[in-house]
């Protein structure tokens, strides 16, 4: 659809868009993006046909930018335009329809039915019908935003060059007019060039993106190829860290760490409140959080941790609603919490601090094996009769997402060996149990002080929760095994 050989040009004589080369494909989302004054604009002015290049050339669908009169240009292009004092004094309809000159005979100018069903198309697709006849200059910025783009879509143009197009939205609007343009551009075969300061949006939307820097093409490709981190931190002289939508492929970058933004604070056994209802533990401060807990399992940032106790014999419908429930009764706050659940007397818990170079580390585990169970056996059984291994790790240190992942790994063997020594075995295949069938594990970081960027036996991290959450273990299933005996 759109083809850029060589292409350059500038201001005065001065080069700003040097040597670009790149083309889109029809029904493409395109997106340009760089740092302020990296030539974007320049360039959608020469796509657009407003500056001419000094060198290279444009095709669009396979004919020279310069071989178009303005009037068959607008035919196939549409340029979302910036804010011009003139519309300011025309009702929203008449700005919308000004969409449409382009499809008006020169010697003859008529509107037509289909001039008044485009405009009108427009105006729906854009949510501004509404406001047909007010004037432009009554509307909110945002309203006023989506009166240009339905102006440039009463063209009904082949390509949408959009400048910032969510410039002036909140993110609910961010988000309709975006979907909006993205289901055109698969459902209409709509090509959309569009310059984006936000590099997350783009990468949620454009199909593929192109970085400019210093007037030339820095990266280019899908936004998962193109929104590399080191590439973006030389680009954009900035301390940007790209992590992952949660639910997306999409990268999604964000500012690393700003300095002075931290609260020096030590997780000690002064937090923690064991009752026979739940234990706690409450930080003044957010934690790096991995876990399986009912409530907030994976990774996350959370203040408030409760293990709670339920009857051997509990049941309900929605557990993960029920504990929401019971933290809110309790006067916490859910949204903060990572929840989890045991059917252990809450007496048998075993608390462990542990001192080390650099870094601490609090462990608490409550331990009963009325569900325990042979992962490797694979056998059928029932689930979820109480009966669980609930481990705790808090650690005084910065860790990795290596670290959160095989501090998991480290404490859940150190488990095992822990039954086994106890000769804890499965009902169901009589063969030694590695854990019970509802473990639950949470490991939680300050994100403060010593890095610490491995967990596995054979680094610092790891060997503390080793031995930690063994001697935890055993603890708990000691005095768990004691009351058995005397039940
Ligand atoms: N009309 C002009 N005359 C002379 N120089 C200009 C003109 N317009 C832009 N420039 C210069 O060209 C360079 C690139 O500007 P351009 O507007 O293309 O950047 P941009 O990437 O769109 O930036 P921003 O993100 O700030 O909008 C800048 O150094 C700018 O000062």
Same mark, same amino acid.
């Given at each position: ?7 350059s ?14 083309s889109?494909?029809?029904?493409e ?24 290049s ?38 929203v ?40 006849? +007010? ?17 440039a ?13 969510t ?11 975006l ?29 593929r ?31 940007i860290? +790209? ?18 933004l ?9 937090m ?15 934690l790096?959080?991995?876990s ?11 203040t ?15 557990v ?11 006067g916490?706050?859910p ?59 808090f ?26 020594? +106890? ?65």
């Amino acid at each position: 659809m759109i083809r850029i050989h060589g292409l350059s040009g500038g201001y005065n004589g001065k080069e700003i868009v040097k040597d670009v080369q790149f083309s889109v494909r029809e029904g493409e989302f395109f997106g340009i993006l760089g740092p302020n004054g990296s030539g974007k604009t320049t360039l959608m002015k020469m796509l657009s046909g407003v500056l001419p290049s000094t060198g290279g050339e444009i095709l669009i669908k396979g004919k020279p930018v310069t071989a178009y009169s303005r009037k068959e240009l607008a035919k196939r292009m549409a340029v979302l335009p910036q804010l011009s004092a003139s519309a300011f004094d025309m009702t929203v309809r008449e700005a919308v329809s000004i969409g449409r000159y382009s499809h008006q005979t020169a010697w003859f100018p008529s509107w037509s039915e289909e001039d008044e069903q485009a405009v009108t198309l427009a105006m729906q697709d854009t949510g501004v019908e509404p406001y047909a006849e +007010r004037q432009v200059q009554s509307l909110s910025g945002g309203e006023q935003q989506r009166v240009f783009l339905a102006q440039a879509l009463a063209q009904n143009p082949d390509i949408l060059l959009l400048d910032e197009p969510t410039n002036h939205l909140d993110i609910a609007f961010q988000q309709s007019l975006l979907s909006r343009l993205k289901s055109w551009t698969k459902d209409r075969g709509l090509t959309i060039v569009s310059i984006f300061h936000d590099l997350n949006m783009a990468s949620l939307y454009c199909d593929r993106v192109l970085l400019m820097n210093n007037g030339r093409i820095s990266e280019s490709g899908t936004p998962y190829e193109a929104l590399q981190e080191p590439v973006l931190k030389q680009v954009y002289s900035a301390d940007i860290k +790209r992590h992952y939508h949660p639910s997306h492929q999409s990268p999604q970058v964000i500012l690393n760490s700003p300095p002075g933004l931290e609260n020096t604070i030590l997780i000690s056994e002064n937090m923690l409140s064991c009752e026979s209802t739940h234990i706690l533990l409450q930080s003044p401060v957010p934690l790096k959080t991995l876990s399986s807990a009912v409530v907030h399992a994976g990774f996350g940032w959370y203040t408030t941790f409760v293990n709670r106790h339920v009857d051997l014999n509990y049941h309900s419908e929605d557990v993960q609603m029920d504990l929401v429930r019971y933290i809110q009764a309790q006067g916490l706050d859910p949204n903060e919490t990572v929840g989890m659940m045991t059917a252990v007397k809450l007496a048998d818990v075993a608390v462990k601090t542990s001192y080390h170079e650099g870094f601490s580390i609090l462990t608490v585990v409550t331990a009963g094996t009325g569900n325990a169970a042979d992962a490797s056996a694979g056998a059928d059984r029932l689930s979820g009769s109480p009966g669980t291994i609930n481990t705790w790790i808090f650690v005084n240190g910065r860790l990795s997402d290596e670290a959160f992942i095989q501090a998991v790994i480290t404490a859940s063997e150190s488990k095992t060996r822990a039954l086994a020594d +106890r000769g804890i075995t499965d009902p169901y295949t009589h063969t030694p149990a590695t854990g019970t069938t509802t473990d639950s594990i949470l490991i939680a970081a300050a994100q403060q002080g010593k890095s610490l960027q491995y967990a596995g036996p054979a680094a610092e991290l790891g060997q503390a929760i080793g031995k930690s959450v063994y001697d935890c273990t055993l603890q708990s299933l000691d005095r768990y095994l004691e009351r058995k005996r005397n039940d």
